[in-house]
């Protein structure tokens, strides 16, 4: 469940109310995105070619608890890593960070690549 900004855990002993801040899953999902191979979250206000990022990482709460993720990074060119394969290291690596703080599987994780260096 989300309510302004926190995702709450499912709390079985109804002791109350447990919630992570949108901006700490934001956080923890670009530290998980960085533990990959070649791999920089775009760090915030750079100016790519066609536009400026302000948020390279975007988190996303739904009413019916899922949580959205979408990442700007930015990969090393590496023949032996394809584009393809480091976008779903980051997803693996995003997914489990995320499942085991929050007790929740994102329901997306969108990486875009901003670019290649």
């Known amino acids: 469940m989300s309510r302004s900004g926190y995702y709450y855990i499912n709390n079985y002993k109804n002791n109350g109310n447990m919630g992570i801040a949108r901006h700490a ?13 070649d791999v920089q979250v775009t760090p915030q ?3 790519n070619r066609l536009f400026l990022l302000e948020h390279p990482v ?20 590496n023949p032996l890593l394809s584009v393809r394969d480091a976008c779903l290291k980051i997803q693996e690596a995003v997914a489990k960070a995320v499942s085991s703080a929050c007790e929740t599987v994102p329901f997306s994780i969108d990486v875009k690549v901003v670019a290649v260096k």
């Open 25 to 37: 899953i934001e956080t923890l999902a670009a530290i998980a995105a960085c533990t990959v191979k």
């Open 45 to 47: 206000g750079e100016r």
């Open 58 to 77: 975007k988190a996303y709460f739904r009413k019916d608890g899922r949580i959205e993720l979408h990442l700007d990074v930015t990969i090393k060119n």
